[in-house]
C-alpha cells in the first residue's frame, strides 16, 4: 500500500528527501513520523490534500512536507540535518473519515555530528 524511500546516512547540516508512494486509494491526510531508538513514535509533519500543512516544532524551518495527487506521493524535504533527527522515517496516511490509517514500512535517517 504505501512504499517509502530516500533514507539514508548525512553529515549534520546536510539535506535528506524522502518520498512515498500510496496506492489504492485517494488519501485526506499524508504525513511522516518519527521514531527515535528508546522514544516513542512521533508526529514530523502532515499535510492535508488541499495543501495545508502542520509541523513539529523541532523541524519548523528546516523540514518541508509537500504532496502531488497526481502520483498519490507524499514527500518531506529535510535540510539542515541534526543528528537528534536520526530515528526510523514512517509515512503516514488517513483516508477521507478516518476511517482507514495505514502505515508504511520506514526508512532509516541517520545523522552524524
Known amino acids: 500500500q504505501l512504499q517509502a524511500s530516500g533514507g539514508g546516512l548525512v553529515q549534520a547540516g546536510g539535506s535528506l528527501r524522502l518520498s512515498c508512494v500510496a496506492s489504492?486509494?485517494?488519501?485526506?491526510?499524508m504525513g511522516w513520523y518519527r521514531q527515535a531508538p528508546g522514544k516513542q513514535r512521533e508526529l514530523v509533519a502532515r499535510?492535508?490534500?488541499?495543501?495545508?500543512?502542520n509541523y513539529a516544532d523541532s523541524v519548523k524551518g528546516r523540514f518541508t512536507i509537500s504532496r502531488d495527487n497526481a502520483k498519490n506521493t507524499v514527500y518531506l524535504q529535510m535540510n539542515s540535518l541534526k543528528p537528534e533527527d536520526t530515528a526510523v522515517y514512517y509515512c503516514?496516511?488517513?483516508?477521507?473519515?478516518?476511517?482507514?490509517?495505514?502505515w508504511g514500512q520506514g526508512t532509516q535517517v541517520t545523522v552524524s555530528s
Open positions: 489504492g486509494s485517494i488519501f485526506s491526510f
Open positions: 503516514n496516511v488517513v483516508s477521507f473519515g478516518g476511517k482507514n490509517d495505514y
Open positions: 499535510i492535508t490534500r488541499g495543501g495545508s500543512t
